[in-house]
Each structure stands twice: as structure tokens, then as C-alpha cells.
């Protein structure tokens, strides 16, 4: 279900296409559902389809197309390393063995304490910083070496646990 708040963020995205185009916002609603919720489920690609005036199967389209959409609950740290050929070249398939290792999981798995989720994606757009990976879909680390990684995860645990002590 669609809460009123997510109604208004949706009523503004809409807001910046002609009447007649309201489906052109089927990616920032997706993308608020899966801020609000955490991922987006098939209700909710209901409740968007009917919402923007299209059919579910359109939008259904659109999540499964996009690795950005969890279409599962996901961790609370998505972390989506570039496989692609240029990543693997410079070590990005290792980059995503090392943190298999290091979280203790494997591709398309979350941790047991549900803090990470690892996933191997598609061209980042950043070859020539590879190894490359998105975090939360929002945040790029380039040139990510055994060192950086282990930095990275560490840094996110500590500053989970602070955040659950406080």
C-alpha cells in the first residue's frame, strides 16, 4: 500500500511531465517505494501501475530490467561490485571474491545479521577506476583494492554498531 506520503512524492515527480506522459515517472516512483520500503514488491508495482495509469506488466517490466531495484528486502548495505569484461580485467571479479571471503557470503546473499547484501553488476561507467562498486545504489568507490574493501566494510559495521549503541 501506498502511504500519503509517498502519495506527494509521487504527486511531484508526476508534476514535471505533460498530463498525458504520467508513466514517464515510473522510475521515480519506483526508486521513492524502494527509499520508503526498502525494496519493491510486487503490491507495490500494483499500486504504481494503477497510480500512473499503466499496466502492472510495464512496471513489473522496469524493476526486473534495473539492478537498482531490490525485488527482495536487501541488507542494510547493498553493495553492487562491476563484473563487467574491463572490471574483470582489472580485478574486479577478485574484488568480489575478497568480500565473499570477508562477509562470509556469496554472491546474491545477505549477512546473517542482515547489515550486508553482496551483488556483481553490470558497466558502473567507471572502467578506468576499477575495481569499482555502488554502495546503496548511491555512493561509487573506485580503485578498490583488498585494503579499501576491508576498510570500507569495517567502517560501515563500526559505524552501524555506534548508531545501535547510541
Known amino acids: 500500500m501506498i502511504s500519503d506520503s509517498i502519495r506527494t512524492r509521487f504527486d511531484r515527480e508526476v508534476a514535471k511531465y505533460p498530463a498525458e506522459q504520467r508513466q514517464s515517472a515510473v522510475?521515480?516512483?519506483?526508486?521513492?517505494?524502494?527509499q520508503e520500503q526498502g525494496f519493491v514488491s510486487i503490491e507495490s508495482e500494483h499500486d504504481i501501475a494503477e497510480y500512473l495509469g499503466m499496466p502492472q506488466i510495464a512496471v513489473?517490466?522496469?524493476?526486473?530490467?534495473y539492478n537498482m531495484y531490490n525485488q527482495q528486502p536487501v541488507g542494510r548495505f547493498k553493495l553492487n561490485v562491476c563484473t563487467n569484461l574491463p572490471c574483470q580485467l582489472r580485478d574486479g571479479q577478485k574484488a568480489l571474491h575478497h568480500l565473499e571471503h570477508k562477509l562470509g557470503i556469496a554472491m546474491g546473499e545477505t549477512t546473517a545479521d542482515g547489515l550486508f547484501t553482496l551483488q556483481q553488476s553490470e558497466c558502473l561507467g567507471a572502467c578506468a577506476d576499477s575495481p569499482v562498486m555502488l554502495v546503496n545504489d548511491r555512493t561509487m568507490c573506485s580503485f578498490m583494492s583488498n585494503e579499501k574493501l576491508d576498510q570500507l566494510v569495517?567502517?560501515?559495521?563500526?559505524?552501524?554498531?555506534?548508531?545501535?549503541?547510541?
Open 60 to 65: 513489473h517490466e522496469v524493476t526486473t530490467f
Open 154 to 166: 569495517d567502517g560501515l559495521r563500526a559505524a552501524e554498531s555506534t548508531k545501535e549503541n547510541a
Open 27 to 34: 522510475m521515480a516512483c519506483l526508486s521513492i517505494v524502494q
